[in-house]
């Protein structure tokens, strides 16, 4: 399975954005998908996670309440709408893909990875 990210770009802290991450190569139902993101001079850390059925979603406490990660099986598309956004949520995201049965957050669980979208938020 191939996972492209995009959707970065520079916003004004209290700004919105939205990250999208295309499928391919194989029925996007299989996988649960995330989204982690870098910082400089950070570890990869973890975002957002969304379960194979969509009915189950999980996010890390500093973006709990801002940001809502979807996903369209039918478009081969998921989504991270990111609203309030913060200086400290700049970074280069991406996206994954996990071939198990429940929701994880460790980057270990997840396979495939994108390439990543630079998001830089100005003060």
């Known amino acids: 399975v191939q996972l492209q990210a995009f959707g970065g770009g520079s916003v004004q802290a209290g700004g919105s954005l939205r990250l999208s991450c295309s499928v391919s190569?194989?029925?996007?139902?299989?996988?649960?998908m995330s989204w982690f993101r870098q910082a400089p001079g950070k570890e990869r850390e973890f975002v957002a996670v969304?379960?194979?059925?969509?009915?189950?979603?999980f996010y890390a406490d500093s973006v709990r309440g801002r940001f809502t990660i979807s996903r369209d099986d039918a478009k081969h598309l998921v989504s991270l709408q990111m609203d309030s956004l913060k200086p400290e949520d700049s970074a280069v995201y991406y996206c994954?893909?996990?071939?198990?049965?429940?929701?994880?957050?460790?980057?270990?669980?997840?396979?495939?990875w994108g390439q990543g979208t630079q998001v830089t938020v100005s003060s």
């Open positions: 994954a893909a996990g071939n198990m049965q429940s929701v994880q957050i460790g980057q270990r669980d997840f396979a495939w």
């Open positions: 969304i379960s194979w059925s969509g009915q189950a979603t």
């Open positions: 190569g194989d029925t996007l139902d299989n996988y649960v």
